[in-house]
């Protein structure tokens, strides 16, 4: 099992595979591959998490989605906590997660929600648990 300091000084921008569980025992893998399917597929584990949240750090493993399909899409975020995380999963998928101007208006201005940048982002459909991680390798090996 890894420890709190092996995840906090792993450089997450060299980090070339993760696997961590979450609070059910599901498996889930980055890098995604042929030998990883998708939670929607129902074929079975271990799950590909096609991404990473590169400039995030911290000492605990988040799994993030923007559920607003039937194929959501995953990343893995860390985070000292998942406010943390939260973070820098918004500041990381700002253009995704942004609101149209021309849609702001359909939005409770008292409700937005925004970006560490200012930038107002919808997360209605933003889920996101806290994984145990495993195993994880960097480029270089380690």
């Known amino acids: ?19 961590a569980k979450d609070a059910g025992g599901s498996v889930w ?10 939670p929607s597929d129902r074929c079975g584990e271990p799950y ?11 000492r605990r493993l988040f799994l993030f989605a923007h559920v607003d399909s039937h194929f959501p899409v995953y990343f893995f975020v860390f985070g000292d906590s998942f406010q943390d995380a939260f973070e820098w999963f918004a500041e990381d998928q700002e253009e995704y997660l ?3 101007d021309e849609w702001l208006s359909d939005y409770n ?5 925004y970006s560490p940048n200012g930038v107002p982002i919808d997360t209605d459909n933003v889920v996101a648990v806290e994984v145990e991680p495993i195993e994880f390798t960097a480029e270089d090996g380690e």
């Not at 099992?1 to 696997?19: G, K, Q």
């Not at 893998?29 to 998708?38: E, G, L, M, W």
């Not at 590909?48 to 911290?58: Q, T």
């Not at 201005?109 to 929600?113: A, C, L, N, Q």
């Open 1 to 19: 099992m890894l420890t709190e300091s092996d995840i906090f000084h792993a450089d997450v921008a060299n980090l070339s595979m993760i696997r």
């Open 29 to 38: 893998v980055f890098p995604q591959s042929a030998d990883t399917y998708h």
């Open 48 to 58: 590909g998490v096609p991404f990473i949240a590169r400039d995030s750090w911290g």
């Open 98 to 100: 942004r609101i149209p």
């Open 109 to 113: 201005p008292d409700e937005i929600t």
